[in-house]
């Protein structure tokens, strides 16, 4: 196999990838007083939709996410229709702009608020993948901007990388000279999956960042190890709320049973034509 400079990027085939559900949803710290907060798709990937269900603020020890009042806006909506606009990321049927460059969500709050983090829930199926982008920028009384998450990127792949080896410290991965990209894939979900043996119930178990190691994109082929690791991840979602994120893996599990039972059929019609010859 050919040897190379590792890149984060290459370990994380679904880097940025988040859900619709508590277990796998994105949460962003703000830690701030903010008067703007923003939600954009980057212009680098081109035309898509800005396509959530939810956004929830939370203030400083408070599980239970808090209103501000505020003034919404969006950069487009889907076929006009009012349903899928700005105030539609409080309720649960979300937002969805139009095919556009950039796409973008915003609330200007009436009073500044103290914030300690955000969580953002991403639709429920396939199409989740649009989000993966997503970049989550703050504007602070003094009127300055900052970006306080940005999904597939390097910055965030280092992250994914450093969040990972403090929740195993057994998984050691290094940065820099040649490696070998499958090995350290290869490896690094023997680890995860070795650990989870032990930790697969536990609530501090990261899904969302272990779930960026499965290519979940539309079409991908995956591997047995990554079958593994999502089948372990439906499990524990569905032990703990009987709700999963199994939609939003780009009907994969689907496409895999309809691929099993065409295999099934041929072998079948093979076995049969063979013992009617015989």
């Keep these: 196999m050919t040897e190379s400079v590792l890149e984060p990027v290459a370990l994380f085939p679904a880097l940025g990838r988040f859900g619709s559900l508590p277990t796998d ?3 962003v710290s703000i830690d701030a007083c903010i008067r703007e907060i923003r939600l954009v798709i980057p212009p680098e990937h081109g035309r898509t939709f800005l396509n959530l269900r939810r956004l929830e603020f939370y203030s400083d020890g408070s599980s239970v996410p808090v209103m501000p009042d505020g003034v919404f806006q969006q950069s487009s909506i889907y076929n006009d229709d009012a349903k899928y606009g700005p105030g539609s990321l409080f309720e649960h049927n979300g937002i969805h702009s139009k095919s556009e460059v950039s796409p973008w969500w915003s609330m200007t709050f009436r009073e500044p608020q103290t914030l300690k983090s955000v969580r953002v829930l991403n639709t429920r199926n396939m199409w989740g993948v649009r989000s993966w982008p997503l970049q989550v920028h703050v504007v602070d009384i003094d009127g300055n901007e900052r970006c306080v998450y940005a999904g597939r990127t390097s910055d965030a792949a280092h992250a994914s990388l450093k969040a990972l080896s403090e929740w195993a410290p057994s998984l050691k991965i290094e940065i820099g000279g040649l490696f070998c990209q499958e090995h350290i894939r290869a490896d690094l979900f023997a680890g995860v999956l070795g650990i989870l043996e032990d930790k697969a119930r536990s609530e501090a178990t990261p899904w969302r960042l272990l779930m960026e190691l499965v290519d979940s994109r539309p079409g991908a082929n995956w591997t047995d190890r990554e079958r593994e690791l ?12 009987r709700k999963t994120s199994v939609n939003s893996l780009g009907g994969l599990f689907q496409r895999e049973a309809t691929s099993s039972d065409s295999r099934r059929r041929s072998t079948s019609a093979h076995t049969d034509s063979g013992s009617g010859s015989s």
């Design 25 to 27: 949803c994105l949460d």
């Design 230 to 241: 999502a089948a372990a991840f439906l499990l524990a979602q569905y032990e703990s709320g």
